[in-house]
């Protein structure tokens, strides 16, 4: 990250947000509330009544990538890796978004939705990251193993504000990680990133 733009990590920066109020994140946007009912009606679809077509019917094919072919691609190239996890090369480098390499998206790699293919390429695999984007913390998007895994790869970790938080928790370097509110922005040599707000009504 460029040093004119770089913030060291800041327990005190949440409450400066103006979505921070009495403790906690707050959207902007009124939220409908289930209920008890509406809330074990969504588990019990969830459960049990899936529709049709959530699971492949065939496993899916998947292009393995190597290294030597990531170094050869030209700029702009993007590689899906997985859901969420997209591998950018800009300018010459790498960026990564919501890394998940884990088998399942869940807290427990014995329980929980399961991947429908492997990346097609591991982390040990990939060559040095300038940046990690993470857009939440869900567990399909925030993979904790594969972050320990990146750490020492990747320069430069660009999250919303408190997901900064948690991979501080887990260990990532303070100096690495630069948390962003809604609509702020920053530069990593030359490239601008924008914390964009999106409403999902």
Do not use: C
């Amino acid at each position: 990250m460029a040093s004119e733009t770089l913030k060291a990590f800041d327990t005190h920066i949440q409450p400066q947000s103006s979505q921070w109020r009495d403790g906690k994140f707050r959207n902007r946007l009124p939220m409908h509330k289930n209920g008890l009912w509406g809330t074990l009606q969504i588990l019990w679809r969830f459960a049990f009544d899936k529709p049709a077509g959530t699971v492949p019917a065939k496993p899916i094919p998947v292009q393995a990538i190597s290294r030597a072919q990531l170094l050869a691609a030209p700029d702009r190239s993007l590689f899906r890796l997985g859901h969420s996890t997209m591998l950018l090369k800009l300018r010459g480098e790498f960026w990564l978004t919501d890394p998940v390499f884990s088998e399942r998206a869940s807290p427990f790699q014995w329980i929980g939705p399961k991947r429908f293919h492997q990346p097609p390429i591991s982390i040990a695999e990939l060559p040095p990251i300038k940046g990690v984007i993470l857009s939440h913390d869900h567990y399909d998007h925030l993979d904790h193993q594969a972050i320990l895994q990146l750490v020492g790869k990747v320069q430069h970790f660009l999250t919303p504000l408190g997901v900064g938080d948690t991979l501080v928790k887990w260990g990532v370097p303070a100096q690495k990680v630069q948390q962003l509110d809604w609509w702020q922005s920053t530069r990593v040599d030359g490239l601008q990133l924008v914390a964009r707000a999106v409403s999902l009504t």
